[in-house]
Each structure stands twice: as structure tokens, then as C-alpha cells.
């Protein structure tokens, strides 16, 4: 039987070299993996530390070599930042776009331990998707850990929105999968408020609820984060808690009338909203009841001031939801479908 072909990358036209500038006055070049990068690969693979090797993966010197060798048969997207570091010319930065199997291809990122924090990221990420959406690439998708927020800054503020949750096979350990339309204009982020997702899988999606909810009312799209964007930000924290917090969601069924269908809508402080659930079944219907709600509520208020600015969130009074927990089930029951 025939093996399905890949999908193929258009012809990737890259602008010519770009030279950018960091912080601390220090300059980057830009572009695309070479056939004479074979030692510059391996050096840079070589430099990795845990940190890197942890988010993103690491290539011993005869993958990293390769990788520039078969670069005229490789038909993904690579480009590098080359600078200097140390009193050396290194390669600073590595991004690359590549289909391993159907659906959009894969976004990648890792930048030498010395020259993160910097701007670099933000600047190769443009430049590289910028460049893909120009050859005609319409979607790019990615995986990311929930806790590598810098990352989930970066990619969020490129229009990468998170659509499902994994376990990785080799760590054990939860990822985000996220996707974006290179068509799209970027996203206006807010960091007035910030969705916090805490639990396992499920929670993330449930909050990328929240976070659309918030986006479709206000036209400003909020970061999901694992701690607030700002010191000042407003958090929405999306939680599954109970007897089943932290397990994946197979639950038994003696349960599931009662742990696993109770939702609330909670506001903690003025600043602090949760909407939580014994389950991750459950705070996802708290975040649709919140959507909904949000929905309702934003509906009202385009009536009466037809605005569009970041300030409307003051106006929109989802921290001000009832409060409902079990001994006071009036306000909002969060009740599954049956
Ligand atoms: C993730 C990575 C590519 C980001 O690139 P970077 O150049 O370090 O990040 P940038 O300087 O462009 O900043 C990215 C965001 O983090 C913020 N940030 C970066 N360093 C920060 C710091 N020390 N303190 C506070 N915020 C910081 C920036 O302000 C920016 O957010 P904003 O756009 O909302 O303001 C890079 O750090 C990296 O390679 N990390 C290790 C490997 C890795 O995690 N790869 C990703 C695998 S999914």
C-alpha cells in the first residue's frame, strides 16, 4: 500500500539577510540554514543547556551537522540568527516551520542560552512567519509546556491559540497544542487581565474558552499564562480541584452525578475571578456558563456605548458574576447536559 504523501511547503521566499537589532546594542543577522552551517549547527546543538534541552530538544553532533548537509533536500522553512557572542560569531538563534505528517506544519524555537530574553525571539518569529505567510503558508501549529512562559508570550502575541492538551510520550509531562492563522492580522493583546489555567488535561482548553469569550466582548485578547502577565493584571483562574484534580479525565462512573458535574463561578477579590470544577469536565462548563454569560452581558453593553477600547472591560462586570458554591447553589448552578 502507498504511504501518503507529505504535504509540500511552497517555495519558501525569504526577504534578503535582515540585520536586527537587540537590547544592549547588539545586532543579529537573519537567515536561512546554509550548507556551510554544518559546524555552526553542531556548535550550537553543543551549547544547549537542560533548560533548552527540556522545552525544546536537543540533536548530538552528527544530527545537528545533517541538518545543514541535507538542507537542498529538506523542504521545511530553517532560519538562524547569526552574532556575536562570547568574542565569537555563533549561531545565536534557530527557528524552523516542518510537516511531519498531515495537517499544518510544525513551528520551532530555540535561541542560545546567551542571547535569550533579548528581543531575538520576537524578532526571528516575525520575520520567519512573516516570511512563511508570504510564500503561502496559511497555518502553523506548535507544542509548548504550560509553564514556559516566555514562549506562550511570544507565540500568543503572533496569533498561536491554544487548541488541545497532551501528555508528551517521552517526558510524561503536559503540552499545549496551538495553531495560528499566518492570514490573520496579529491579535491586540491585553495584560489587564490574565487567564491562569491549573490542572490536568482539559483545563487549557477550558480556558482558551474564557479567553475567547473575553476577546469576542472586548476585541482585546487576554494571555493564558501560568502566573499573572502583569503584577497589575486581573486573573481569571480556571481550575479543576476535588478528588480527580491532577488525573487525566477517565472517571468512574459511580462519580459522575456528583463530583463531576459541579461547576462555580466564583469571584475571589476584585481582582480574582475562578471558575473552577471538581473535574476538568466540569470547569469546562463553568467556562462555557462564563462565555455565555460574558456573551450576554457584553450584548447589553454594545447597546448602550457602542465602544470598542480596552477600558470597556471595567464596564463589563464578570468579576462581579454571583458566587455559587455547593451550600449556595442559588445563583449559578453549572449543570451538565444530560
Ligand atoms: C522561548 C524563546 C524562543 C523566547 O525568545 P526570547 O528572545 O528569549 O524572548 P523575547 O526576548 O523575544 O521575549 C518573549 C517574551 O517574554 C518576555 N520576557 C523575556 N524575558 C523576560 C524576562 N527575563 N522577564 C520578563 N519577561 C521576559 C518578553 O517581554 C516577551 O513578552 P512580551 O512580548 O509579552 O513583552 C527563548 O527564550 C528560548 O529559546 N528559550 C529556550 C527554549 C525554548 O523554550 N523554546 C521554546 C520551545 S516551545
Not at 131 to 152: F, I, K, M, Q, Y
Not at 227 to 251: K, N, Y
Request: some cysteine; charged content about 20%; hydrophobic content about 40%.
Amino acid at each position: 500500500m502507498d504511504t501518503p504523501a507529505l504535504p509540500v511547503l511552497p517555495t519558501w521566499q525569504v526577504a534578503a539577510r535582515r540585520t536586527v537589532l537587540l537590547e544592549e546594542g547588539r545586532s543579529a543577522t537573519l537567515r536561512p540554514v546554509a550548507v556551510g552551517d554544518a559546524d555552526f549547527m553542531a556548535e550550537f546543538f553543543a551549547s544547549l543547556t537542560e533548560r533548552e534541552k527540556h522545552y525544546f530538544f536537543w540533536l548530538d553532533e552528527e544530527r545537528a551537522r545533517r541538518l545543514a548537509l541535507d538542507i537542498e533536500r529538506d523542504p521545511s522553512f530553517r532560519l538562524i540568527a547569526v552574532g556575536e557572542h562570547d568574542g565569537c560569531v555563533r549561531v545565536l538563534g534557530y527557528m524552523f516551520l516542518e510537516s511531519k505528517d498531515e495537517g499544518p506544519p510544525t513551528f520551532g524555537a530555540c535561541l542560545h542560552p546567551g542571547a535569550q530574553s533579548r528581543g531575538l525571539g520576537r524578532a526571528m518569529i516575525d520575520h520567519l512567519l512573516t516570511s512563511a505567510a508570504e510564500s503561502g503558508l496559511d497555518r502553523a501549529c506548535l507544542t509548548v509546556h504550560p509553564d514556559n512562559w516566555r514562549a506562550l508570550r511570544l507565540y500568543q502575541r503572533m496569533g498561536f491559540v491554544l487548541t488541545d492538551e497532551f501528555v508528551n510520550t517521552h517526558q510524561r509531562v503536559k503540552q499545549y497544542r496551538m495553531e495560528a492563522d499566518l492570514r490573520s492580522p496579529r491579535p491586540a493583546i491585553t495584560e489587564e487581565v490574565t487567564v491562569v489555567p491549573h490542572g490536568h488535561l482539559g483545563i487549557g482548553v477550558a480556558a482558551a474558552r474564557v479567553q475567547r469569550a473575553i476577546e469576542l466582548a472586548t476585541g482585546w485578547r487576554p494571555l493564558i499564562l501560568d502566573q499573572p502577565a502583569h503584577p497589575t493584571s486581573r486573573v481569571i483562574h480556571v481550575a479543576e480541584f476535588g478528588p480527580l484534580a491532577g488525573t487525566p479525565i477517565a472517571v468512574r462512573p459511580e462519580w459522575q452525578r456528583s463530583v463531576v458535574t459541579v461547576g462555580w463561578i466564583v469571584t475571589l477579590s476584585p481582582g480574582h475571578l475562578l471558575i473552577g470544577g471538581s473535574t476538568g469536565p466540569a470547569a469546562d462548563l463553568a467556562a462555557r456558563r462564563f462565555a455565555e454569560l460574558v456573551a450576554e452581558t457584553s450584548t447589553s453593553q454594545q447597546r448602550s456605548d457602542g465602544t470598542g477600547s480596552p477600558l470597556r472591560l471595567e464596564r463589563i462586570p464578570f468579576l462581579d458574576l454571583h458566587v455559587c458554591f455547593p451550600a449556595d447553589p442559588v445563583s449559578l448552578p453549572v449543570a451538565p447536559s444530560r
